[in-house]
């Protein structure tokens, strides 16, 4: 059974940074797109980045352009999110989406986590 689960997140001051790490496991074949989401107080999932498995460019949000930083390593099948400067607009519960190929099935599915909270002081 593939899982997907994040860690990272935690209290920081306003300006600061945090690293935010997804991990999966499980009887996984392949990792196509790796992505980020976000949930702030009252407001509804919205997507923050997303890095593909081919070699192209990642994508980012235009209010974490320059700020956030995506990578992956897909020997370790980790995600990760790179975050500085951060603002009290950047308070949310941080969700990583991953489309993963099983090793059993061989069926791409989308596999989510829990998410990780951020909150950032001002």
């Known amino acids: 059974q593939v899982q997907v689960a994040e860690s990272g997140g935690g209290l920081v001051q306003y300006g600061g940074s945090l690293r935010l790490s997804c991990v999966a496991s499980g009887a996984i074949s392949t990792i196509a797109d790796m992505r980020w989401f976000r949930q702030r107080p009252g407001k509804q999932r919205e997507w923050v980045a997303t890095i593909p498995s081919i070699d192209s460019g990642p994508l980012y949000a235009e209010s974490v352009e320059a700020r956030f930083t995506i990578s992956r390593d897909d020997a370790k099948n980790t995600l990760y999110l790179q975050m500085n400067r951060l603002g009290p607009e950047d308070t949310a519960v941080y969700y990583c989406?991953?489309?993963?190929?099983?090793?059993?099935?061989?069926?791409?599915?989308?596999?989510w986590g829990r998410g990780t909270q951020v909150a950032v002081s001002p």
């Open positions: 989406g991953m489309i993963i190929r099983d090793a059993l099935q061989g069926k791409y599915s989308d596999y």
